[in-house]
């Protein structure tokens, strides 16, 4: 806080009367400002969940951030890995999609109301959405795709304003590693669960396939004509 005194100025003193005209220095802004951090924040995961916060740091003006994602696409392990390619959305599009929000609406030039999309989408569909929408919304350059998070280390006590996770790295490409240090972490672990598997009687005689209902593990396109036994009503 500067103030005049007759032909110079003086820095405005705690113990001294408010000056009636005083200029204000070395602030940006009167709103309080974020803490900047010195690392950026680490995305593990760039499945629904990923995106769809990826969209609102975007959308609210904030880009210090890095995806990881150990796969060659976005949509995670639930579309990409588990889905068969006749696996259908069971939630209508109009309240599933990744940008679904008031941020998004018809005044939203990028992503809008998404009028162009099947209602009860088959897989493929649903990842093109995804990938869809970090196209439009400049998400793809934050991402590092075939890198998988090997191992986190926290630096700092919890209450240090400075604390820090340190990453290792493993490229899938190439099979080098590296080390990440992020201010914060964002985990999206996603769908971690495997089939149970039940070794029934007989079938090492039964000659015919048997397999699950997830993971492209049945050959759907030859069951037509087939008798075929489902067991199992989810």
């Not at 995961?45 to 916060?53: E, L, S, T």
């Not at 796969?71 to 990744?98: C, I, P």
């Not at 018809?106 to 992503?111: D, H, K, P, V, W």
Request: aromatic share 12%; hydrophobic share 35%.
């Amino acid at each position: 806080f500067v103030i005049k005194q007759g032909c110079s100025w003086a820095v405005q003193l705690d113990t001294a009367e408010i000056g009636r005209r005083v200029i204000v220095k070395g602030i940006r802004q009167w709103d309080p400002e974020r803490h900047r951090y010195p690392h950026p924040t680490a995305f593990i995961g760039a499945g629904y969940n990923g995106i769809k916060h990826a969209l609102y740091w975007l959308h609210h003006g904030t880009k210090d951030f890095v995806m990881f994602e150990r796969y060659d696409r976005v949509g995670g392990r639930a579309w990409l890995v588990q889905a068969n390619k006749t696996s259908r959305l069971q939630t209508e599009m109009a309240s599933f999609h990744v940008w679904f929000g008031k941020e998004w609406g018809a005044e939203n030039e990028r992503l809008g109301f998404p009028t162009e999309w099947s209602t009860w989408p088959r897989t493929d569909e649903v990842i093109k959405h995804m990938e869809h929408a970090v196209e439009r919304y400049g998400i793809l350059p934050h991402i590092r795709f075939q890198v998988n998070v090997r191992k986190i280390d926290i630096v700092g006590r919890p209450t240090d304003l400075e604390r820090k996770y340190d990453l290792t790295l493993h490229d899938l490409k190439d099979g080098s590693e590296s080390a990440f240090h992020a201010s914060s972490l964002l985990h999206f672990p996603g769908a971690y669960f495997n089939p149970r598997i039940i070794d029934y009687p007989g079938e090492a005689d039964f000659g015919g396939r048997i397999g699950y209902g997830m993971n492209n593990d049945i050959p759907f396109d030859n069951l037509e004509g087939k008798c075929t036994a489902i067991l199992g009503n989810g």
